[in-house]
C-alpha cells in the first residue's frame, strides 16, 4: 500500500498533471539543496518525500494567470 494514498492526494491538488508535476518540481529542488519541511518521512525517496509534504499540508499548488504554475512551502 502507497503511503500517502492517490486518492488522498488529490483532496489537497485537484488533477493528477498538477500533482506529479509539483511532486517532481519539489524532488528536484530537494536533491539540489537538501533541505526538508517535515521532521520525519516514511519514505526514503525524494519524490516520496514530496508528496508525503504535499499531504501534510506543507507544500500547497498556486495557478496565476499568464505565468508557469508553481508549488510553495507553507
Known amino acids: 500500500m502507497l503511503y500517502p494514498s ?3 492526494l488529490l483532496t489537497k491538488i485537484d488533477s493528477k498533471y498538477s500533482l506529479v508535476s509539483v511532486a517532481a ?3 528536484r529542488n ?3 539543496q ?3 519541511l517535515l ?3 516514511v519514505s526514503h525517496k525524494y519524490v516520496g518525500k514530496a508528496l508525503e ?3 501534510a499540508e506543507k507544500l500547497h499548488f ?3 494567470a499568464g505565468q508557469e504554475d508553481t508549488y510553495a512551502a507553507k
Do not use: L, P, V
Request: glycine share 0%; no cysteine.
Open 30 to 32: 530537494m536533491q539540489i
Open 53 to 55: 509534504e504535499i499531504h
Open 6 to 8: 492517490i486518492d488522498s
Open 39 to 41: 521532521d520525519k518521512y
Open 62 to 64: 498556486k495557478t496565476t
Open 25 to 27: 518540481k519539489r524532488a
Open 34 to 36: 537538501q533541505n526538508t
